[in-house]
């Protein structure tokens, strides 16, 4: 099993839905979660980080958490076209950061 | 947030020769930085972590006499890729953190073509 597993998608919404990305994680100790946002040809940058069980908000972003469940989620709320990029989950492990496979998004106009 | 420089952002070289690629945490002070080397429309795949002063851990896999990293102060790690391939081709990424399991901040990336 992988360590951090997501759907590679490709994840298609029309402007203005609702963008869920999925996540789940291998190491139940795991006490921190992130979110990257990388555009094509570009570094990933940093968009939400959770460390608590239950819902974070953070404008039309919204990062989900479950422990027991091992699950990490991203909503995107009203999603715009500059929203079409690859969403990389990424857990930390012992000294360093294992990434997901990435999700890519497309919006569509 | 905290500013992560690498450079070159692009280079074009000669197959078999040598190429250095810096990265720089400008405003704080690196306890660890981390190489990822990315093809297109794949993952991250890391490569090492290198800590200050200590020699770089790499994964498996990756040639430590080919890929040298230094990490010679708290601020600098480079890597060299020597005596490059086509196959060297890729979209080398560093990042940095100030700590262990804290967030990482990345670089701009160096998009590597060996010719």
């Known amino acids: 099993q992988k360590e951090v597993e997501q759907n590679s998608g490709p994840l298609s919404v029309p402007e203005g839905a609702i963008a869920s990305l999925n996540c789940t994680y291998s190491?139940?100790?795991?006490?921190?979660f992130f979110w990257y946002r990388q555009y094509s040809g570009k570094s990933p940058e940093l968009i939400m980080s959770?460390?608590?069980?239950g819902d974070k908000e953070d404008g039309r972003f919204t990062a989900q958490l479950n422990k027991a469940s091992q699950y990490v989620s991203l909503l995107i709320r009203d999603s715009q076209p500059s929203d079409s990029a690859t969403y990389l989950c990424?857990?930390?492990?012992?000294?360093?950061?294992?990434f997901g496979a990435g999700t890519r998004l497309t919006v569509k106009p | 947030g905290a500013v992560v420089s690498q450079h070159p952002s692009r280079v074009i070289c000669k197959s078999g020769t040598s190429v250095k690629i810096e990265c720089r945490s400008l405003?704080?002070?690196?306890?660890?930085m981390f190489w990822y080397r990315q093809f297109p429309k794949k993952s991250l795949m890391l490569m090492a972590t290198s800590n200050e002063g200590s020699k770089a851990t790499y994964e498996q896999g990756v040639e430590k006499d080919k890929f040298l990293i230094n990490h010679a102060s708290l601020t600098l790690s480079t890597l060299t890729v020597t005596s490059a391939h086509p196959e060297d081709s890729s979209f080398y990424i560093c990042?940095?953190?100030?700590?262990?399991?804290?967030?990482?901040?990345f670089g701009s990336g160096t998009q590597l073509s060996v010719l």
């Open positions: 405003d704080f002070q690196a306890t660890t």
């Open positions: 990424a857990v930390p492990n012992n000294n360093d950061m294992r």
């Open positions: 190491d139940r100790g795991s006490q921190s």
């Open positions: 959770i460390y608590s069980n």
């Open positions: 990042s940095a953190t100030r700590g262990v399991k804290e967030k990482l901040f």
